[in-house]
């Protein structure tokens, strides 16, 4: 299914949340997810980490924000999320774009 961005704009969003050492996993969600997106759609991301806090999602919504992408990404933090069908869609539809453990293909293997 098809996320409908470039390779080139997924490596930029990637490269640039694995250089927080607290992000251990980047799983992109919604409509991207579903490869139901329409032009303008938001990138949603979820970021897995135990550590991670509220100053790294500020930093990294940041540093996203820089690049030369049109599309709007919407970074949560998955353990501060407390709606449930939305962390049961993630588990179920969320699509890993990277991992820092090996046993995780990046960009392949449902969260």
């Known amino acids: 299914m098809s996320d409908g961005l470039r390779q080139v704009q997924r490596q930029l969003i990637i490269d640039?949340?694995?250089t927080?050492?607290?992000v251990e996993k980047v799983?992109?969600?919604?409509?991207?997810?579903l490869g139901n997106?329409?032009?303008g759609s938001d990138i949603?991301?979820?970021?897995?980490?135990?550590?991670?806090d509220l100053d790294d999602l500020s930093q990294?919504?940041?540093?996203?924000?820089?690049?030369?992408?049109a599309q709007v990404v919407d970074l949560l933090l998955y353990h501060h999320i407390e709606n449930r069908?939305?962390?049961?869609?993630?588990?179920?539809e969320g699509v890993v774009w990277y991992s820092r453990s090996p046993q995780v293909p990046n960009q392949e293997k449902r969260s």
């Open 16 to 18: 640039t949340l694995a």
């Open 20 to 22: 927080c050492p607290r």
């Open 27 to 33: 799983v992109l969600f919604g409509s991207r997810a």
């Open 37 to 39: 997106h329409k032009t």
């Open 44 to 52: 949603d991301i979820a970021l897995f980490g135990s550590k991670l």
């Open 60 to 69: 990294l919504s940041a540093a996203l924000e820089r690049l030369p992408i």
């Open 85 to 92: 069908r939305l962390l049961e869609h993630i588990k179920r």
